[in-house]
């Protein structure tokens, strides 16, 4: 695999800042598949699984942001507590 040219990567990054701003406008990926398709047809396979991953950590970032971290909420029915173990380590000689 080469590395792209600075056209190739201004595609890409234009591909998907087009898919981005169709999932911020519209909010549901159903109608945004041509965008999707655009955008994976101009990057490489790692570079979308990267991009993906950077929007999902930027809007995760910004939900911590306006509400706080999230609190984990315990089941009702839950009877015995998840409890951790220590184990004490002995040496022999």
């Given amino acids: 695999m080469s590395f792209p040219t600075k056209e190739e990567r201004a595609q890409c990054w234009g591909a998907r800042d087009k898919y981005w701003e169709c ?7 159903a109608q945004c598949k041509e965008f999707r ?6 990057c490489s396979a790692q570079w979308v699984k990267h991009f993906d991953r950077k929007r999902n950590y930027l809007i995760y ?5 306006k509400h706080g971290i ?3 909420i315990k089941p ?14 002995v040496t022999v000689y």
């Fill in 23 to 29: 999932l911020d406008g519209k909010g549901e990926e």
């Fill in 37 to 42: 398709r655009l955008y994976e047809k101009s």
């Fill in 70 to 72: 999230p609190s984990k």
């Fill in 76 to 89: 009702k029915s839950a009877v015995f507590e998840p409890r951790r173990i220590y184990h004490k380590i």
């Fill in 61 to 65: 970032k910004e939900q911590i942001e």
